[in-house]
Nanobody, 116 residues
């Protein structure tokens, strides 16, 4: 079955960096778009970035453009989110997501906390 496992979260000071990973299994990883979402306390889950399966075309939320980079290693079935110049408002649980037609799959999430 589909499994998504995020890692790499933690506590970092404002201006610092973190690299999140999402290890995927149970499906043809190279076929599908992969996304990162985040959910801050008391707020709705929001799209952060996504990456196409082939060619690596990407798209970002305005709030993270120029600071975050999404990438994927199809040989390792892993998608990454490099987060630089972190701000306190980036504090959230970060999730990777897979959509296969009408089915939506989420990982368990990884907490990112940015202190000021």
């Amino acid at each position: 079955q589909v499994q998504l496992a995020e890692s790499g979260g933690g506590l970092v000071q404002a201006g610092g960096s973190l690299r999140l990973s999402c290890a995927a299994s149970g499906f043809s990883f190279t076929t599908y778009i992969m996304s990162w979402y985040r959910q801050a306390p008391g707020k709705e889950r929001q799209l952060v970035a996504f990456i196409f399966s082939e060619g690596g075309m990407t798209n970002y939320a305005d709030s993270v453009k120029g600071r975050f980079t999404i990438s994927r290693d199809n040989a390792k079935n892993t998608v990454y989110l490099q987060m630089n110049s972190l701000k306190p408002e980036d504090t959230a649980v970060y999730y990777c997501k897979l959509d296969i037609q009408t089915e939506h799959y989420w990982g368990q999430g990884t907490q990112v906390t940015v202190s000021s």
